[in-house]
């Protein structure tokens, strides 16, 4: 009877431990900390923020999982065993996790989990607590972060925390940040007018957004005449600067797409400036070179990184060698007939769009941008230069000082430049003149497909894709001068900034119209463009 009383309590009391529910939490809380998210899980809404902030300040970083699992909304708990899960939602799919290990749960039952509410109040109290936590990390950048989201919702305690960090903080960008915030709180309810107004001056140096808006604010509520010249002397400052980094916003967009139409149209100064042929599949060849770029990432797709490196010669080889086959097929046979040459060029043109089409269908495809490529370079809080953009410019910049050295300094490159000048007489001289024209006409042709990797990290690949820059390449040839390319590269960049200065006021299609007229009625004037030829490369 004895043991069979001892087995009795045995069980009841397992009864009783299993029947309470147990939150499964990191080994390093305390007991108390793990019963007060115990709570989290019985409490009503209105007491889960006292729960919270009875937490130890000590082991908030612990916690980050869960809090930012909470604001959210993913924090959920088994209804058995009270234990914290994430669940996330991606679609019709759901994942379920534990909230601190991260370790994948078996897909639970809708009845058998329980969301765990939350409401405005929880979710500011905890992102201030997050932006406290990154107040302290070890990285001057995330810091940084920290100290913008603060900003955007400022409170008397999270001023007196960064006023407190202030003084050990030793990164420059986050010391003005912080001294930025310590300013707006001084701007806002400094006792004394000239603090106040001392703040509102450092403020006006400022070039953060929410700098601005909170100046607003603070003009909007202010009555003292002092107060409010400070105000309006400060405003007028950061429009000024921003306006002036706005000039420099354009001026950068502006030689991006000088540097694409360099690109674009410096194989063309080759091909037309050089040897006379007006070439209408001088686009299909920067398609080609774009969709060379698109079949290097399917097939090295671990390598994308690298996949440039690899693209750039071989789209060169590839457009080159149609450029060296068209030439030899058809170009030849035309010299001396140019509207000949332009129908022929025509219809390769519409026979490569459709081959293209034929292998890799109508529809766009996406190059992906290797990471060093991706993301801007910040020079402010309000001006920054994307690094793709950037990136393309010093490549073009590479492209034209190369094509520049080969034909001035190597034989290829003097005999272009004898044929271009008097073809009789280098024939003469025993030039392989024909030899010449292929390798001139594929040597531009290269260039375009290199062009075409380059526009391939700015926009989708298809194949209309080279129809949009022939124009302008075209544009950019007769603009500069025919033949020159120092005149080509001036003309590039001359429209490219001129069409985003445009912009902004007249809509794209009207800017590109302007341009089209201006380049019309300065052909009228000098029908020989910027920099025309001189001596018998004139004739």
């Not at 069980?11 to 939150?23: D, R």
């Not at 100290?147 to 999270?158: F, M, N, T, W």
Request: aromatic share 8%; with cysteine.
């Amino acid at each position: 009877m004895r043991h069979f009383l001892l087995i009795c309590c045995v069980f009841f009391s397992h009864y009783l431990y299993a029947a309470q529910p147990t939150v499964v939490t990191s080994s390093v809380l305390s007991v108390q900390s793990s019963e007060r998210l115990q709570k989290l899980t019985q409490n009503k809404l209105k007491q889960s923020l006292k729960v919270l902030q009875a937490i130890p300040s000590a082991e908030h970083k612990q916690l980050l999982p869960l809090y930012q699992a909470l604001i959210k909304g993913q924090l959920y708990f088994i209804k058995s065993s009270g234990q914290l899960i994430k669940v996330v939602k991606t679609g019709n799919i759901k994942s379920y996790s534990e909230i601190f290990s991260a370790k994948v749960l078996e897909p639970q039952a809708k009845k058998a989990i329980k969301k765990v509410r939350v409401n405005n109040k929880i979710r500011v109290y905890l992102r201030q607590l997050l932006a406290k936590q990154a107040l302290s990390a070890a990285d001057p950048k995330a810091r940084l972060l920290a100290l913008r989201a603060v900003l955007k919702d400022l409170s008397p305690q999270s001023v007196l925390s960064i006023t407190e960090l202030r003084l050990a903080e030793k990164n420059i960008e986050v010391q003005q940040m912080m001294d930025v915030i310590i300013d707006i709180e001084r701007a806002r309810n400094a006792p004394l007018k000239l603090d106040k107004i001392a703040a509102i001056d450092r403020l006006g140096e400022s070039l953060e957004p929410q700098v601005r808006t909170e100046l607003v604010q603070i003009q909007a509520n202010s009555s003292a005449p002092k107060v409010l010249k400070a105000l309006e002397k400060a405003l007028l400052s950061i429009d000024e600067s921003r306006q002036f980094f706005g000039y420099l916003d354009q001026l950068f967009f502006g030689l991006s797409l000088g540097s694409v139409l360099l690109l674009a149209a410096i194989g063309l100064a080759i091909t037309f400036g050089m040897m006379g042929v007006i070439n209408m599949a001088h686009g299909e060849m920067i398609m080609l070179g774009a969709y060379t770029t698109y079949v290097v990432q399917l097939l090295m797709p671990n390598f994308i990184e690298y996949s440039l490196w690899v693209a750039v010669p071989l789209a060169f080889v590839v457009a080159g060698s149609v450029g060296i086959l068209i030439e030899r097929c058809v170009i030849r046979f035309l010299h001396g007939r140019p509207l000949e040459t332009l129908l022929a060029t025509f219809g390769i043109s519409l026979i490569l769009q459709q081959l293209v089409r034929s292998i890799f269908s109508p529809l766009n495809r996406q190059v992906e941008s290797p990471q060093w490529m991706s993301g801007s370079w910040e020079i402010n809080p309000i001006f920054s230069l994307t690094l793709n953009r950037l990136y393309i410019l010093a490549f073009a910049l590479l492209v034209f000082f190369a094509l520049l050295f080969i034909l001035k300094k190597t034989s290829l490159g003097l005999n272009v430049r004898a044929v271009s000048q008097n073809r009789a007489m280098a024939k003469a001289l025993g030039i392989r003149t024909d030899r010449v024209d292929a390798m001139t006409f594929g040597l531009g042709s290269g260039i375009a497909g290199i062009a075409g990797v380059a526009l391939s990290q700015l926009t989708n690949v298809g194949p209309n894709l080279g129809q949009a820059y022939i124009i302008d390449s075209f544009m950019v040839v007769v603009f500069g001068g025919v033949g020159n390319l120092f005149g080509t590269l001036v003309a590039a960049f001359s429209l490219g900034i001129a069409n985003k200065i445009l912009e902004p006021m007249t809509g794209a299609v009207l800017a590109s119209i302007f341009v089209l007229v201006f380049i019309i009625l300065f052909i009228q004037k000098r029908p020989k463009g910027l920099f025309p030829q001189k001596g018998r490369a004139a004739e």
